[in-house]
């Protein structure tokens, strides 16, 4: 019999998380539990959480004690890069029964069922000690339009800042045929979007005969009504080639997500990130020689330990040359066991703040740009769910925010539009008397 019913899972991160917590759902659900939502009273709660986030300790709390609000006695399970760094911190949050590594994770049906029922263990229960090592693949399915396929985990890189690879191990892949299958069982169960990802998703297949361009032109041929996205490449990993494939693609959607980190070559170098700005220029000359229309987005990090003010200009000068669509700006904070950290130099946090905001400002500059150089085009949007009772919202291949009146007989269907109206928050509206072709 099966001590516990109902369970809900909560995400911390990436959209690597998101597809693994699906991927631990399906595994509680082939043993008969419910699924739930993380509102609702549940037997389990399971909360997959991140070690990038700045309070990741402070927000698993903050999440443990809204699950043991649903239900005091409820098991509550953490796993995840938090739990996999910081196991016994984790397991000293007080009401966390389990705390399951990066590997353990994956064995959470079987770990769950040794627990029995809570009354009948007093002690936190914690798997978290060995080195994330093999390959578990993963995908998302019926939590959103979009499928979040889990091709490759892991990273060989260290960069100075980054604690990604002593959570998730060194880089390891799916093979391209076990990819097909998953691609495939997401097109057969009417998955209109597929979004590749991966820690470092361009270095799939490293150590292997196989590489990233063989995989991405294996999943162009798959029959289906279907659109793939590439989630985020190293700027060292996407090749000329890669770049001339998209263009060519019919189902690979023109959109880059491309991490800079800075625009100074000296932070850079103290980031041990592998590239010249230059090499960086000439990865968005090349997408937007070959895709005039495509989306570029940019991680960036602000007040890295060695950023002086001239760097952080210079920076800023860098990204308000590039012809991209929008930024992610991260404020840098110390993490234990990192490179950076043992570098002997700090900025002031509001110093980081200024510039996080600085940056911020010009995304919003450059995305309002990007949106506008757009209008009157013609794209493909898939609509996607409800934005609130009257109005449906979905993306189109270039990642343009599209909104329309709800008709729930059009959600997870593609649409082609011709964008007249942008509204203030930067979305195309289809006005209701405009016919979707
Ligand atoms: S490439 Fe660098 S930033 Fe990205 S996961 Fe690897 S070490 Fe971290």
Known sequence: MIPYQRAAFYTLGCKLNFAETSTLARALQEQGYARVSFD???????????????????????????????????????????????????????????????????????????????????????????????????????????????????????????????????????????????????????????????????????????????????????????????????????????????????????????PLQSGSEKVLKDMRRRYAKDHYQTRIAKIKQLLPDACIGVDVIVGFPTETEADFLETHAFLSDLPISYLHVFTYSERDNTTAVRLGQTVDMAERKKRNHSLQMLSEKKKRLFYESMRQKRFTVLWEGEQDAETMQGFTENYLQVQAPFDADKINTFAQIDLKFLDKENRFIVEPCQELL
């Open 40 to 258: 609702e009273r549940a037997d389990i709660y399971v909360i997959n959480t991140c070690s990038v986030t700045e309070n990741a300790d402070k927000e698993c709390k903050q999440v443990v004690k809204k699950a043991l609000k649903q239900n005091p006695l409820a098991l509550v399970v953490v796993t995840g890069c938090y739990a996999q760094l910081k196991p016994q911190e984790v397991a000293n949050i007080a009401g966390v029964d389990l705390v399951l590594g990066a590997n353990e994770k994956f064995d959470i049906a079987l770990q769950v069922a040794q627990l029995q029922h809570k009354k009948a263990h007093a002690q936190v229960q914690v798997q978290a000690i060995k080195e994330a090592r093999h390959f578990h693949a993963s995908y998302s399915m019926g939590d959103r339009t979009r499928t979040f396929l889990k091709v490759q985990d892991g990273c060989d890189y260290f960069c100075a800042f980054c604690t990604i690879p002593l959570a998730r191990g060194r880089s390891r892949s799916a093979s391209i045929a076990d990819t097909i299958q998953k691609a495939e069982i997401a097109i057969a169960e009417g998955s209109k979007e597929i979004v590749l990802t991966g820690v470092n998703l361009g270095d799939f297949g490293s150590g292997t005969d196989e590489n990233f361009l063989q995989l991405i032109q294996a999943l162009d041929v798959l029959a289906g009504d279907v659109r793939f996205r590439i989630s985020s490449i190293e700027p060292n990993l996407l090749t000329d080639a890669v770049i001339e494939f998209v263009a060519g693609s019919q189902k690979f959607v023109p959109h880059f997500h491309v």
